[in-house]
């Protein structure tokens, strides 16, 4: 976030792709992603592990109570759901586990209950939790 020091873009994304020597298995890392680009996408390909930006889960997040003018998107952070969301992208990987991490407070997928939290396990991802271990 280096606002008003250079100009954004929501394709200015840094993930890290990992390979496991070993089994040659691979986890990809995107905590925070403002726009998923072609760039983005292929790096997500083929991977057996995805960590991913799940900061919102709508744009108007911290706009609809107050908390805040800017949308997700403002704050180079892609939200999970609606129609652009990254929920729809993920659930097409090929990735064994696909699993949200860098969640705000705000994100109702926090809540085991919420409509949200449903959404993200019946399309096949995972929330992160403190102390989630994951073997590739």
């Known amino acids: 976030h280096l606002e008003g020091l ?15 020597r070993t089994s040659g298995r691979v986890l990809a890392y995107f905590s925070a992603i403002g726009k ?21 889960w709508s ?21 999970i759901g609606g129609e652009d969301g990254s929920l729809k992208a993920l659930a097409r990987l090929s990735a064994r586990r696909r699993v949200y991490i860098h969640i705000n407070n705000t994100n109702p997928i ?14 096949g991802c995972e929330v992160a939790f403190d102390g989630m271990e994951v073997t590739l």
């Open 110 to 123: 926090l809540r085991e209950d919420s409509a949200e939290r449903r959404a993200v396990e019946a399309a």
């Open 59 to 79: 744009g108007d997040e911290l706009s609809r109570p107050g908390l805040m003018a800017k949308t997700a998107e403002d704050l180079a952070h892609l939200p």
């Open 36 to 56: 998923l680009s072609q760039s983005v996408l292929q790096a997500l390909d083929g991977v057996d592990c995805v960590f991913f930006d799940g900061t919102f």
């Open 6 to 20: 250079v100009a954004s873009d929501p394709e200015d994304n840094v993930g890290l792709r990992i390979r496991e």
